[in-house]
């Protein structure tokens, strides 16, 4: 049985059409341009759909991985920083199109599915899976399933709360994670600092850091503190890094090194992984939804 999954970005929908043995048979990318809005989206996605439709055969459901996910009693989005998503009933506008059961996870658990399955956290029980790029988020497997929880937030660590009365969150709440650690954050951080504008990881890279230590160093520990209460509360088998950020080699050492200090204990054995998926995790976790979640 092929499977068909979809990712669903805020720069490019990406869809990806596997055989059974997760071998890829077709894959086509499109821009998302999410300025045209909700409809020119869902007729973007309709027709990337229907053309891997076309080269498929016994495609039983289709999978897709959304920025935000949807209201368990609603039906619609939420959570979604591609703002023309947020309360629309995207899942029943896709099923309609397709003629065909559509299973919907926001990127993170997709992410962590994908890596849980079949990248770098293969063979581990509890994995937790981060995204760290223009927003931050996280997704849990556990036994190769996704726990969602039943109010289907479990893994939002980007808005767990690092400094009360600290900065404004979009998510109306301060001092989230999301808030200090996030790409738009460090930046706009240097900028303050520095009055130049930087992609974070030409700072890190290119070592434009070595003139402000102190931002890196707030970085670091930002990121320790965040990433020890999910170790603190859950006590993951690992963690795996998605996103740009996750490039960032400075994260596997000083960055592991900050966690395992931040952590309520003594003794910290916590894998820390590098992904192996790249951006196609998103992909290759909505082609896997439905088959044992």
Request: charged fraction near 25%; hydrophobic fraction near 35%; include cysteine.
């Amino acid at each position: 049985m092929n499977r068909i999954g979809i990712d669903l970005g805020g720069t490019k929908i990406e869809g990806i059409l596997l055989d059974q043995n997760n071998k890829t048979i077709d894959r086509k990318r499109v821009q998302t341009l999410r300025e045209d809005g909700y409809k020119a989206i869902i007729n973007r996605i309709s027709i990337l759909g229907h053309e891997l439709l076309e080269k498929s055969s016994g495609v039983e459901r289709i999978g897709i991985c959304t920025p935000g996910s949807v209201d368990p009693t609603e039906g619609i989005m939420k959570n979604s920083n591609t703002l023309c998503l947020i309360g629309e009933p995207l899942q029943d506008d896709l099923e309609n199109s397709f003629d065909l059961p559509v299973f919907m996870e926001n990127d993170a658990n997709c992410f962590a599915l994908a890596e849980a399955v079949l990248g770098a956290a293969t063979g581990y029980g509890i994995v937790f899976g981060v995204i760290m790029g223009t927003g931050v988020g996280g997704g849990i497997i556990i036994n190769g399933k996704i726990h969602r929880g039943p109010n289907h937030i479990a893994g939002e660590w980007g808005h767990h709360v690092l400094y009360p009365d600290g900065r404004d969150c979009y998510c109306g709440n301060k001092g989230c994670t999301e808030s200090y650690i996030s790409g738009p954050a460090l930046e706009k951080e240097w900028e303050e600092l520095t009055g130049q504008k930087q992609f974070v990881t030409d700072i890190i890279e290119k070592e434009f850091y070595k003139e402000h230590p102190e931002w890196k160093n707030k970085f670091i520990l930002n990121f320790g503190r965040a990433l020890s209460h999910i170790i603190d509360i859950l006590d993951p088998d690992c963690i795996v890094l998605g996103g740009g950020l996750s490039k960032i080699d400075l994260l596997y050492s000083e960055g592991k090194e900050s966690v395992y200090n931040e952590t309520f204990s003594t003794h910290v054995i916590t894998p820390i992984l590098r992904n192996k998926l790249g951006d196609s995790a998103g992909v290759f976790g909505a082609a896997l939804l439905g088959e044992k979640q």
